[in-house]
């Protein structure tokens, strides 16, 4: 790790208005996690054209911190009311909720804010430990590597995506293709002209998708609810906001090994593409289950299972990071939009964001890093004042929010296309999510499928042979074999995986 | 059976068999095929992209409308995966069985907003289409508290909520368009600006007192 990096680092964060904006970014986030069916991935979508203006560096701070902050959210409605603001609170919601039913709500939020402090802390510690090699991995990728780590981000997705892999596959080659139309990023072909009109030219654009499944899409979903947002806002709280600061914080300090345990775990599962706190969240609570000297009174109000969950989801953010920014994989629908941030501001992921630039990748990690001291000091102070966000009443929230999609969409390029794809991909999102297409897989597509095509023009490029022949590029060089075959197992393992488990049932 | 039970009997197995799933697919299918086909004029640079993409979601498509007549192992690959990844509403959504999804269905009927002419999703759906639409034609500064205050009228807000947050509404559409500049305000058909007709009216009035400063021919000098 280069210190005089990491000092720049801190001058960068600590600069101002930089320093406003990782403030303001962590308490949007805690305010978008908050509300169930918001989030963090809807926030940021609907923030990225707004930020078009801002300096790159403070605009990924903002984008990092609402993250983080979005995380750290999820788990207030899970707690008060049962109802994970996000899906990386889900697993909160097992021990938060019925605490908040034994009158212990202040202490549940308490072990949350703490427990998500710790939690982001020892994850981006490891981080900043581990980010001299991730540099060294990332420069033995060429144009080939990238194109493949590409296609085996979309895969790993799919193979995770409800639905199953195929409509996974399809989503993510949607994503890939629709990114097709306007001029091609190598050869500067015109595609699709017959489409005519100028404002097809410029193609669709990333953020316009990103918004419309993410906040239009969304929306749609959630105007089938009826009333408030909070389902059982009546039963806020169960027993009320009741319960010890103290209590949560000495929790927490008491059981270190659950706390360090649950941090690992969440940083792992986040550093795997297509996994996220979604998962991290569940596999930690399972674990600390699993490990308890009392393991029945989880799902009964055990502080353990709180903590548990709420540590893996914090550090998860930092795990995140990895796949995201060294190869531009982001592993969930927040870090596509973090993605999208990125490439908006001129940050192409890859080895520059670890050796030219690292004092700016370093900022972003110094961010989270004080993120989580912010998110501490707001969790313990403003706990009693943090339940009434949960009381919004979603017909209030969504012709705001679909107005605030339509004009931010336009703000980006000043292109009318970008208005009708929001609407268009919010119809098209709702009904991905309803027959189980990934998503995720689209927005990743659609954000990869220019960085894609540049890397696989390049490749072919570099290789003499005409035809099929110039795809030879990717059997040749050891990273991309590997990749190759890593691809072929992620796609084919699963049901050679059956075959062969049919025929050995069938001998027997 | 009379014509008229027939023709509903028709268009009610027509119904079950195509379902938005088959509509999505179709989707994906046509812009697929034609993304592949037109990609034939482009050069071969420009080419390899759009048509191995189409041709994912194409094989892709495909293999989804014929996994039922397909042997069980490669069937449960293609309809095998867990959720992982995407959001709690999703999960709530998807993997209905039809007893609780019928019990659902009557459940949601009980609340107002269902008993109304349209589904709520189709009528926000809508109403964003003709967002969309209507401030395409006359600029979205005025169409957007319209839009705001029709959205809540229908699911019966109280007054002061509808002109609350339709004010709300002009405020971020006049926010968005003053602060960012954004020139949505100006409808390709009718422009039924406030900027507009503001301008207009100091264009009127400079032009009355430039008029009043010309000297008229044989006027003072």
Not at chain 1, 253 to 276: D, E, F, R
Not at chain 1, 480 to 506: C, D, M, N, Q, T
Request: glycine content about 12%.
């Amino acid at each position: 790790m280069s210190f005089e990096a990491l000092g720049v680092a801190v001058d960068i964060v600590f600069s101002w208005p930089t320093f406003g904006w990782m403030i303001l970014g962590i308490l949007i986030g805690i305010v978008l996690g908050a509300v169930p069916g918001i989030g963090p991935a809807i926030g940021m979508a609907l923030l990225l054209p707004l930020t078009s203006g801002m300096a790159g560096p403070d605009a990924i701070i903002l984008f990092v911190c609402v993250y983080l902050g979005g995380k750290y959210g999820g788990s207030i409605a899970a707690i008060l009311i049962n109802t994970p603001g996000t899906a990386g609170a889900a697993a909160t919601t097992l021990d938060g909720y019925p605490m908040s039913r034994d009158g212990k709500a202040i202490t549940a939020l308490s072990i949350s804010a703490t427990a998500s402090f710790v939690g982001g802390l020892i994850a981006i510690l490891i981080l900043f430990a581990i980010s001299p090699f991730l540099a060294q991995i990332v420069l033995a990728f060429g144009s080939p590597e990238y194109f493949l780590v590409a296609l085996l981000g979309i895969a790993m997705i799919t193979v995770v995506a409800k639905g199953g892999m195929v409509k996974g596959l399809v989503a993510g080659g949607f994503g890939l293709l629709i990114t097709s139309m306007g001029f091609a990023p190598a050869t500067g072909d015109l595609r699709y002209v017959s489409l005519q009109h100028p404002m097809f030219l410029d193609g669709i654009g990333f953020v316009a998708v990103l918004i419309g499944v993410f906040a239009v899409g969304e929306m749609l979903n959630l105007s089938k609810e009826t009333g408030s947002i909070a389902q059982s806002g009546d039963q806020l709280g169960g027993g009320g906001l009741s319960g010890s600061r103290i209590e949560g914080i000495r929790e927490v300090m008491n059981n270190p090994v659950t706390v360090v345990k649950s941090s690992l775990i969440g940083m792992a599962v986040g550093a795997v593409p297509g996994a996220g706190s979604s998962v991290s969240n569940f596999v930690s609570y399972a674990e600390a289950m699993r490990s308890d000297v009392d393991p029945d009174s989880f799902g009964k109000g055990n502080p353990r299972g709180v903590m548990a969950a709420e540590c893996a989801n914090s550090a998860t953010v930092a795990g995140t990071l990895i796949p995201t920014i060294s190869f531009g994989i982001p592993g969930s629908g927040a870090t596509a939009v973090l993605l999208g941030a990125l490439l908006l501001h001129g940050f192409r992921p890859g080895p520059r964001l670890f050796t030219t630039n690292i004092e700016l990748t370093y900022s972003f990690f110094v961010a989270l890093l004080i993120g989580n001291f912010v998110i501490l000091t707001v969790g313990l102070i403003a706990i009693t004042y943090l339940g009434y966000i949960t009381k919004v009443d979603t017909d209030l929230i969504i012709p705001i929010v679909i107005v605030m999609a339509i004009f931010g969409s336009f703000a980006v390029r000043n292109n009318f296309l970008d208005v009708m794809t929001v609407a268009a991909f919010g119809i098209i999102g709702f009904y991905m999510v309803k027959h189980q297409y990934s998503i995720i897989a689209l927005v990743l597509g659609v954000v990869l499928g220019p960085i894609a095509e540049r890397n696989l023009y390049r490749s072919l490029q570099i290789n003499p042979h005409d035809g099929i022949r110039s795809a030879e590029i990717f059997f040749t060089r050891p990273i991309s074999l590997v990749l190759v075959i890593g691809l072929v197992l992620i796609l084919f393992g699963p049901a050679l995986k059956e075959a062969i488990s049919r025929r050995r049932a069938s001998s027997e | 059976m009379r014509t008229g039970e027939l023709k509903s009997g028709v268009a009610g197995t027509v119904r079950d068999r195509i379902g938005s799933e088959h509509v999505l697919q179709l989707f994906f299918l046509v812009i697929a095929v034609y993304a592949y086909i037109e990609a034939f004029g482009f050069t071969f640079g420009g080419r390899v992209f759009p048509q191995m993409s189409a041709l994912i979601v194409i094989v892709g498509i495909l293999l989804l409308t014929i996994r039922g007549y397909l042997p069980s192992g490669i069937r449960s690959w293609i309809e095998g995966g867990v959720d992982l990844t995407e959001t709690v509403d999703a999960d709530i959504d998807a993997d209905v069985d039809p007893e609780t999804e019928q019990t659902r269905v009557e459940a949601e009927h009980e609340f107002p907003r269902f008993q109304k002419p349209l589904h709520p999703v189709t009528f926000t759906a809508l109403m964003v289409v003709l967002y969309v639409v209507a401030g395409y034609a006359v600029g979205f500064l005025w169409v957007t508290p319209v839009f705001v205050a029709g959205y809540l009228i229908w699911f019966d807000k109280p007054l002061l909520y509808v002109v609350a947050l339709a004010a709300l509404g002009l405020l971020v559409a006049y926010t968005f368009i003053t602060v960012f500049n954004i020139r949505l305000h100006q409808g390709q058909l009718i422009s039924l600006t406030l900027l507009e007709a503001t301008f207009a009216v100091e264009l009127l009035q400079s032009q009355f007192d430039v008029t009043a400063e010309i000297p008229l021919s044989g006027g003072r000098r």
